[in-house]
């Protein structure tokens, strides 16, 4: 399962769309007007997009997309759930998590010095934790610097 918001983080994610054929996949994003063409191309499902800027129906959108991720989590039972972030993804990492699925979290190639929430979020459960930056490694000890995915 791939797994991230739309924008950069799913234009990330997309970089490792050559590993698709290679699996049983589905990638998982937001529905808006860049994505919703994306299922001629991908074996893809859709979450609901919210903004934080708009809080409070983000608290619904984000509730909504919890129980939708679970849904989804059972509808495709994955062994291994790689994201690269954001809010989108972090329920279903936390999903992932508590069913013993493997979790590869991949840092955000924008962010070189500082962590990201999802990042802070997922870091303490995350099976491969991975930077794009070493100097991000001064943030998640932890981590995996594999380079950039680009």
């Avoid at 990330?12 to 919703?36: A, R």
């Avoid at 070189?112 to 802070?120: A, E, F, I, M, V």
Wanted: charged share 20%; aromatic share 22%; hydrophobic share 40%.
């Amino acid at each position: 399962m791939f797994i991230s918001s739309v924008g950069g983080h799913l234009t990330q994610l997309l970089q490792l769309k050559d590993m698709f054929k290679d699996y049983n996949y589905v990638l998982i994003t937001e529905k808006t007007e860049v994505t919703k063409n994306f299922k001629e191309k991908y074996n893809m499902e859709y979450l609901v997009y919210g903004s934080r800027k708009y809080l409070f129906t983000y608290i619904f959108k984000f509730l909504f997309n919890i129980i939708k991720s679970f849904y989804l989590f059972v509808k495709y039972r994955p062994n291994v759930i790689v994201t690269t972030g954001t809010h989108t993804a972090v329920p279903m990492c936390y999903i992932g998590w508590l069913f013993r699925r493997k979790v590869i979290f991949i840092e955000s190639f924008a962010k070189n010095d500082s962590p990201t929430l999802s990042g802070r979020l997922v870091y303490p459960i995350a099976t491969t934790f991975v930077v794009q930056w070493e100097s991000m490694k001064k943030y998640y000890p932890k981590a995996e610097y594999w380079g950039w995915i680009y």
